[in-house]
């Protein structure tokens, strides 16, 4: 199975800050890396899929790159509601697996 | 376009079995598979198998044993069955949407809304 890793594990920024959030997977999985929002009880938001395109109706302050191994997931700008839980996953090959998440804070 | 709503009984005994239900309505399924995932209390999200297009099952290793997933195509329906539960299956349960004949590369869209599992005795 192929294991993903993110850093950090939590993040403290203030509103308009541009933060960026690392993934790695264990093997390369091409660009089959999306990117989610969580908030608290609730179901994830796809952000990013194809390890960099905007999934629709999703800001462009989020933006996505990388490839093979190590992809990133910038936010410009951050607003109010981008304070949440972060995952990436890889799609390339059961068991799709995320990372464990990062959580970003409000400083 | 395509949305999810899920249910299911929300309070199991251990050694019961969980069975959740996810209905897809509002839009073409056509190369659609569904996923169940779940994401017990402070934790991260893990999936537990599939549905493809074609009826076809796959799973995670770690629930092989006891889970199940199938369709009722005409009813636009998938349904899990996760056998001889135990606390360590207390979780939000989500099902989750992919297009991998449409966008090889894409993500999980739409989600279901979640439904929250408590198992104890």
Redesign the interface.
């Known amino acids: 199975?192929i294991q993903m890793t993110q850093s950090p594990s939590s993040l403290s920024a203030s509103v308009g800050d541009r933060v960026t959030i690392t993934c790695r997977a264990s093997q390369s999985v091409?660009?089959?890396?999306?990117?989610?929002q969580q908030m608290p009880?609730?179901?994830?938001?796809?952000l990013?899929?194809?390890?960099s395109t905007l999934?629709s109706g999703v800001p462009s302050r989020f933006s996505g790159s990388g490839s093979g191994t190590d992809f990133f997931l910038t936010i410009s700008g951050l607003q109010p509601e981008d304070f949440a839980t972060y995952?990436c996953?890889e799609?390339y090959s059961?068991?799709?697996?995320?990372?464990?998440?990062t959580n970003l804070e409000i400083k | 376009q395509v949305q999810l709503q899920q249910w299911g009984a929300a309070l199991l005994k251990p050694s019961e079995t969980l069975s959740l239900t996810c209905a897809a309505y509002g839009g073409s399924l056509s190369g659609f598979s569904c996923?169940w995932l779940r994401q017990p209390p402070g934790k991260?999200?893990?999936?537990i198998g599939?549905v493809d297009h074609r009826g076809v099952s796959?799973y995670?290793?770690?629930l092989k044993s006891r889970v199940s997933i199938s369709r009722h195509t005409s009813a636009n329906q998938i349904f899990l069955n996760v056998r001889s539960v135990t606390a360590a299956d207390t979780a939000?349960y989500?099902c989750?949407g992919?297009w991998?004949r449409v966008?090889?590369?894409?993500?999980?869209?739409p989600?279901?809304?979640?439904t929250p599992v408590t198992v104890s005795s």
Do not use: C, R, V
Not at chain 1, 30 to 36: A, L, P, R, T
Not at chain 2, 44 to 47: A, K, R, S, T, V
Not at chain 2, 103 to 109: D, N, Y
Not at chain 2, 111 to 114: L, N, R
């Open positions: 199975d091409s660009d089959y890396i999306s990117w989610y009880g609730k179901a994830p938001k796809l990013i899929y194809g390890a999934h995952y996953q799609t059961s068991p799709f697996s995320f990372g464990p998440g | 996923n991260g999200l893990e999936w599939q796959t995670n290793s770690s939000l989500f989750a992919h991998p966008t090889p590369s894409g993500g999980f869209h989600w279901g809304q979640g």
